[in-house]
T-cell receptor, first 111, second 111 residues
Framework: DVKVTQSSRYLVKRTGEKVFLECVQDMDHENMFWYRQDPGLGLRLIYFSYDVKMKEKGDIPEGYSVSREKKERFSLILESASTNQTSMYLC??????????FGPGTRLTVL | QKEVEQNSGPLSVPEGAIASLNCTYSDRVSQSFFWYRQYSGKSPELIMSIYSNGDKEDGRFTAQLNKASQYVSLLIRDSQPSDSATYLCAGTDFGNEKLTFGTGTRLTIIP
């Protein structure tokens, strides 16, 4: 069965902290994605990666960075968390057919 | 025009009836299409993918794609209260790993 896992379901951080969100997939997928989802704004792509060590900016990359050192793992980094980064963060992975499978999500609150 | 458009709803359907969800798209996302179901507080779950014109059936779900008219729809037969969720339509184009998501239609099945 397809499996995407995320390191935390709920996270509370303080403004200015560095935050790491990790995502692991066990399907040997080439592509991995980070989204945030906010009420009324839908899913917005932050970054994606189509291969190890490769990354591309999505629609809203400002304030975020990513790392993909191994095929199965894709990390999202908030360099200095701000309150407007309070959101649901969703990781997904896909292969060449573009069917994306999502992890359970991390609800991040920045105080 | 947005690349993928959905009526936000809410759409209310009596239990046992057919629920019809529609999505229109622009030329930039005209190759492959996906329907996701998202329960409140949960992550999106892939329920159907469709790549060519016509109908594709999977259990109680039928996806319909009409490339000439640029719309894709999802029919849910014998609707159940457990079908109550937000349904996201997504599309992509040749050689593009990214999906473009609509903002979703909230469906409520009334017992």
């Amino acid at each position: 069965d397809v499996k995407v896992t995320q390191s935390s379901r709920y996270l509370v951080k303080r403004t200015g902290e560095k935050v790491f969100l990790e995502c692991v997939q066990d399907m040997d997928h080439e592509n991995m994605f980070w989204y945030r989802q906010d009420p009324g704004l839908g899913l917005r792509l932050i970054y994606f990666s189509y291969d190890v060590k490769m990354k591309e900016k999505g629609d809203i990359p400002e304030g975020y960075s990513v790392s993909r050192e191994k095929k199965e793992r894709f990390s999202l980094i908030l360099e200095s968390a701000s309150t407007n980064q309070t959101s649901m963060y969703l990781c997904a992975s896909s292969s060449a057919d573009n069917e994306q499978f999502f992890g359970p999500g991390t609800r991040l609150t920045v105080l | 025009q947005k690349e993928v458009e959905q009526n936000s709803g809410p759409l209310s359907v009596p239990e046992g009836a057919i629920a019809s969800l529609n999505c229109t798209y622009s030329d930039r996302v005209s190759q492959s299409f996906f329907w996701y179901r998202q329960y409140s507080g949960k992550s999106p779950e892939l329920i159907m993918s469709i790549y060519s014109n016509g109908d594709k059936e999977d259990g109680r779900f039928t996806a319909q794609l009409n490339k000439a008219s640029q719309y894709v729809s999802l029919l849910i037969r014998d609707s159940q209260p457990s079908d109550s969720a937000t349904y996201l339509c997504a599309g992509t184009d040749f050689g593009n790993e990214k999906l473009t998501f609509g903002t979703g239609t909230r469906l409520t099945i009334i017992p």
